[in-house]
Structures are given as structure tokens and as C-alpha cells.
């Protein structure tokens, strides 16, 4: 689809709040729309006259002026271009009017996305491929720079859609070796350095939780390790850590066939993390950024590692494995380590499908968070509030990095008796291995994927979360 500022066409859409009295289109269509229809301009709300002989104008909501936020201005956008499409309309214009406290900018930011959201399917393996009419969008504007804030949403969006489609992808496909290939495709020609270790070298640093992880596979891991360092390598880094376990069986802790049916999505947090520093490096943001993903599959076989093992980190912490299927803290062990020992990070952010916990808790609309370091992550909520991505904090207390110590090891990598509240054991069990470097670490489990309808905008499938957090937050940090 493309996007440019441009001339009124034929057919238009005006996005307005609660309460318009839809000055901008004919007297006869707002008298119809009002006083017919009883159009009130809520969220997502529609007034459609399209056709011959008429005003050719799709009419979408806002909401209420008090609680509008850019993120409406997705939504309303994204509504509109869907009813576009269903009209078979193949271009149209858009008016850019801000309204309440969102800016000029941020409305049309915010619109283009919509339209870009509606613009995404994922169709590898289809034979018959998703075709959207709408194929041209032209926006209705005088910000100085339009072009430029166009633009950089657009690549924000496709970054968003490079995750989406390492998530969907399924694991007879993407698997350790095939994610470092292509993430080493996707950065060629770039300033990006990147660097693989394989299974050898895997060996040679001492990265020992994530080969317990992969033995049971036949397939090697790896750990990605991308570097963009545009202020130079003396500078401190933001690492972005991604659990990348690209399939999860449970290993020995065998999931029922429900359980593992989405568990090709495993490696959500490495495929948001690659996607995040897509759009960092594609919209040339001045901060050094490395990403740091562990993959691997957690499979079973008679290499497999078992509940009842000892195995040793990174960080030379041993750990009893009470639970094969709490495999994805073993391999962020190794990594966090990595990252905050190995790297000069002044922040370490990590994503990762990491517990079915926090879907009970929060849902599949709300990211968990969980932080050492309270300032920071009141940085990346303020982030995630500006992407329209939600986001609720749960408390690592005292009583948790208590219950994850071990017995027979150093730590346990998951509780014996259940105690409820697992999401937060397995934060306490990360926190052990940053080395007090400022954290923040987002459970995805429930949001990276929807097994059914998606969220507002997002489609079916992988979401693409919290790649617009991400973005966010690593282009406003000091
Ligand atoms: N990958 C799963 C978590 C998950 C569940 C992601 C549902 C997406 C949807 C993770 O490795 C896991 O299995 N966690 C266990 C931990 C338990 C054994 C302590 C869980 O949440 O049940
Ligand atoms: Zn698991
Ligand atoms: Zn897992």
C-alpha cells in the first residue's frame, strides 16, 4: 500500500470525535448520518455513503475528546481501511485533523499506521494469496516533513511484520539454524555486525543451560549476537535479550497436543527483539542497541534432558531441573549473563513467551512486566502507553528470590509444590543472573499471539508485540 501526502480523490474518510456535527461533508449526508443513523462519533463508530451519487465518504469515530490518544487514531484508521477493502475501493484520500491533545504529527502518524495494519497477511504457504483493493492512501495535510513522519511509521511497520512473520512461521522451518540464516539476510547490507555462535562455540563460552535445553534436538542451537553500535564501541549498549526457543514440546514435561499447538510461537521474544532492532537500524536511530537471542528447540529424545537433572550455567550457578517444559528461564539464564557480562549494557530488556501464569493474570491483552530497576520500567510504560501496546507491572518480592533456591543445586527452575503466581517465580529466577545491571522483562506468553481474532488492529496470529514498545522506547531514552 502506498502512502503519500497528496490531493483530495474522489472518495475520503474524515476520522471525528464524540459529538461532531460533520461540518466537512453536504448538509443532506450529515442530516442522514445525525438525525437518521443518530451517529455519535464513538470509538470505531461508521457512517458510510460510498457509491454514485453520493458524498463517496467513510465517516469513523474517535471517542470521547477527554480520553482520545494517537492510538484511536490507529483504530479508527485501521476501520475504515477495512471497510475500504470490503467496498473493493482502491484508493482514497484521508483528512488529517487533530483534535483533543494529540498533535498534528502524531495524527497522521497514527492514521497511517492504521492503514499499514490493515495491509498485513501472512500467506507463505497459501496458494491463494490475501489481495487488498485499497492499494493508495493520500493523506490530506500541511505538516512540514510529512513525507519523513510517513515514512518512518512505515518502517516501523514493516519491521513489525518481520516479527510477525519469523512468529508465524512454523518450526519444520524455522528452527535454530534457519532463524540465524535469516536474521544474517535481513541485516546484510547493513551496519549491523552480526556474530553466531554454533553448538561448538556454545561449548566454548560456557553456555551450559542453553545446551541442556537443545540436547533432546537434533537440531543445534545457536545464540545470535547483532551488533549496532552507531556511537561507536566505547559507548554503552541497550541489549534486547529474546527467548528464541523456535519449538517447545515441554521436553520430558511433555504438554498435551493443545498445549503444544501454538508452541512454534516460542521464540516470540527473539523474533520481536530481531524486529525492534529492524526498525531501529532501518529509521537510523542514534543509540547503541545489541540483540542477544538464545534458540533452540526443546525436544525429546533419549539425549533429552530430564526433570531431576543438575545442570550448569553461564554464570556457574547450578541448577536443578524440576521442570523440563520451564526450559525458556534456562536459556534466558545464559543469555542475561551474557548480556550483562560480555556487553557494556546500561539496559538490558528481555522478551520472551516465558509462562502460561501470566495469561491467567493479565490476559492476552496485557503484557507482564517486571523490573529490578522501577525508573527504567517507568520509561518502557510510558513507551508501550504511546504505542498502544498495554502493558501491568507484577512485583518480583523478597518471599521469591527466596523460593527459587535449590537444595541439591543452587536454584530450582521451578517450584515443587505448586504455589501459584508462577510468572513472578520465573522473573525472581531471571533476576538472579543480570548482575544488577537495570532490567525490565516483558512476559508476552499471552500477547505475541492469538490463536483467534487479534487485539483492536492486529491480525490473527503473531501481533508483532511489543516491537512498537521497543521502538519507542529505545528512540526517546537518554
Ligand atoms: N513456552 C511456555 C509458556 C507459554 C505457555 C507460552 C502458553 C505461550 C503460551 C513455557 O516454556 C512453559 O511451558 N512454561 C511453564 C512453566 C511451568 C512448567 C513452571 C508454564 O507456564 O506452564
Ligand atoms: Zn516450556
Ligand atoms: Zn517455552
Not at 70 to 91: F, G, P, R
Not at 240 to 246: A, Q, W, Y
Not at 268 to 278: D, N, R, T, V
Request: charged share 20%.
Amino acid at each position: 500500500m502506498k502512502i503519500n501526502v497528496g490531493e483530495q480523490l474522489s472518495t475520503t474518510v474524515y476520522l471525528v470525535p464524540e459529538g461532531t456535527k460533520l461540518e466537512m461533508i453536504s448538509d443532506e449526508a450529515a442530516q442522514y448520518a445525525l438525525n437518521h443513523l443518530k451517529f455519535k462519533g464513538n470509538l470505531n463508530e461508521k457512517f458510510i455513503y460510498l457509491g454514485p451519487n453520493t458524498d463517496n465518504i467513510v465517516v469513523v469515530g474517535l471517542g470521547h475528546l477527554d480520553h482520545l490518544t494517537k492510538d484511536h487514531y490507529v483504530q479508527a484508521a485501521y476501520t475504515a481501511a477495512k471497510i475500504l477493502n470490503e467496498q473493493k475501493v482502491e484508493s482514497t484520500s484521508v483528512q488529517i485533523k487533530p483534535y483533543g491533545t494529540v498533535d498534528e504529527k502524531n495524527t497522521l502518524q497514527g492514521i497511517t499506521e492504521g492503514f499499514l495494519q490493515a495491509d498485513y497477511s501472512f500467506d507463505t504457504y497459501k496458494k491463494e494469496k490475501t489481495k487488498y483493493s485499497l492499494t493508495s492512501v493520500s493523506l490530506l495535510t500541511d505538516l512540514k516533513n510529512a513525507q519523513e513522519a510517513i515514512e518512518e511509521v512505515r518502517l516501523l511497520l514493516e519491521a513489525v511484520n518481520v516479527t510477525r512473520d519469523l512468529v508465524n512461521t512454523p518450526a519444520n522451518d524455522l528452527y535454530p539454524e534457519t532463524l540465524a540464516n535469516k536474521v544474517t539476510d535481513l541485516f546484510k547490507d547493513t551496519d549491523v555486525q552480526v556474530e553466531i555462535f554454533d553448538k561448538q562455540a556454545l561449548e566454548e563460552l560456557g553456555a551450559k543451560a542453553l545446551l541442556a535445553v537443545s540436547q533432546g534436538s537434533s537440531k543445534e542451537p545457536r545464540m545470535l549476537v547483532l551488533k549496532y553500535l552507531p556511537l561507536g564501541d566505547e559507548e554503552p549498549v541497550i541489549s534486547l535479550v529474546g527467548k528464541g526457543v523456535t519449538y517447545d514440546s515441554g521436553g520430558y514435561a511433555i504438554k498435551s497436543a493443545k498445549g503444544m499447538s501454538t508452541m512454534k510461537t516460542d521464540m516470540a521474544g527473539a523474533g520481536a527483539m530481531i524486529g525492534a532492532l529492524h526498525a531501529i537500524v532501518s529509521n537510523n536511530i542514534q543509540q547503541n542497541v545489541v540483540c542477544v537471542i538464545g534458540a533452540t528447540e526443546n525436544l525429546i529424545s533419549g539425549e533429552a534432558f530430564k526433570n531431576g537433572d543438575i545442570i550448569h550455567t553461564l554464570k556457574g550457578t547450578t541448577i536443578e531441573v524440576i521442570n523440563t517444559d520451564a526450559e525458556g528461564r534456562l536459556v534466558l539464564a545464559d543469555v542475561l549473563y551474557y548480556a550483562a557480562t560480555k556487553l557494556n549494557s546500561k539496559y538490558i530488556i528481555d522478551a520472551a513467551t516465558l509462562t502460561g501464569a501470566v495469561i491467567a493474570a493479565l490476559g492476552q491483552n496485557i503484557t507482564g512486566t517486571m523490573t529490578n530497576d522501577q525508573s527504567f520500567l517507568d520509561k518502557v510504560t510510558a513507551a508501550s502507553k504511546t504505542a498502544g501496546e498495554d502493558m501491568w507491572q507484577l512485583p518480583i518480592t523478597p518471599e521469591f528470590r527466596e523460593k527459587i533456591k535449590g537444595n541439591h543445586a543452587d536454584l530450582i527452575n521451578s517450584s515443587i509444590n505448586f504455589v501459584g503466581a508462577g510468572t513472578i517465580f520465573a522473573a525472581a529466577f531471571l533476576e538472579h543472573f543480570v548482575e544488577d545491571v537495570p532490567w525490565v522483562h516483558l512476559d508476552i506468553a499471552g500477547t505475541s499471539y492469538a490463536s483467534s481474532n487479534g487485539n483492536k488492529y492486529l491480525p490473527k496470529g503473531a501481533s508483532g508485540i511489543p516491537v512498537k514498545t521497543l521502538y519507542e522506547f529505545v528512540k526517546n531514552v537518554k
